[in-house]
C-alpha cells in the first residue's frame, strides 16, 4: 500500500487497540512515540485525539500503566507500560485477530456461496 495513503477509518477502529498494546509489548512509551512507531510500521497517522482517549481506557481497565517522567528539554512525559493483564490481553486480541481475518480471507477469496440456503 502507498505510504501516503491511509487505511479507511472502520479498519483503524477495529484494530487500533490490539496495535497500541502491541506497541508497548518490549516497554514503555509515550503517546507520540506511538504513533510514530504506528505510522513508520505503515499503520498511516494516527491522531493524538483517538489515541490518548484509548490509552486512558486502557489504563481505567488496568491493561497499562501510567509513569509520569521529567523530560529532558521540555516538560514531563507520561509513559504507559503494560500490565501482565495487559499482555494476556495483547495475547488474546493476537488470537482473535489471527482466526478472524483467516476467516475473512477464507470468505472474501471463496468462489462458493458456503452457508447460503439452498433454494
Not at 72 to 95: I, V
Not at 107 to 114: E, I, K, P, V, W
Request: proline share 4%.
Amino acid at each position: 500500500m502507498d505510504s501516503a495513503r491511509e487505511w479507511p477509518s472502520d479498519w483503524m477502529r477495529a484494530i487500533l487497540g490490539a496495535l497500541t498494546l502491541r506497541a508497548l509489548e518490549h516497554g514503555p512509551s509515550y503517546g507520540y512515540a506511538i504513533i510514530v512507531d504506528l505510522e513508520a510500521n505503515g499503520m498511516g497517522a494516527v491522531k493524538g485525539g483517538t489515541l490518548y482517549p484509548l490509552l486512558t481506557r486502557y489504563e481505567s481497565a488496568g491493561l497499562v500503566a501510567v509513569e509520569w517522567r521529567p523530560g529532558e528539554a521540555g516538560p514531563g512525559r507520561k509513559y504507559f507500560s503494560l500490565t501482565e493483564l495487559g499482555h494476556h490481553e495483547l495475547e488474546r486480541m493476537r488470537a482473535d485477530w489471527a482466526r478472524f481475518t483467516a476467516i475473512s480471507n477464507d470468505y472474501l477469496t471463496s468462489t462458493g456461496t458456503a452457508g447460503a440456503d439452498d433454494q
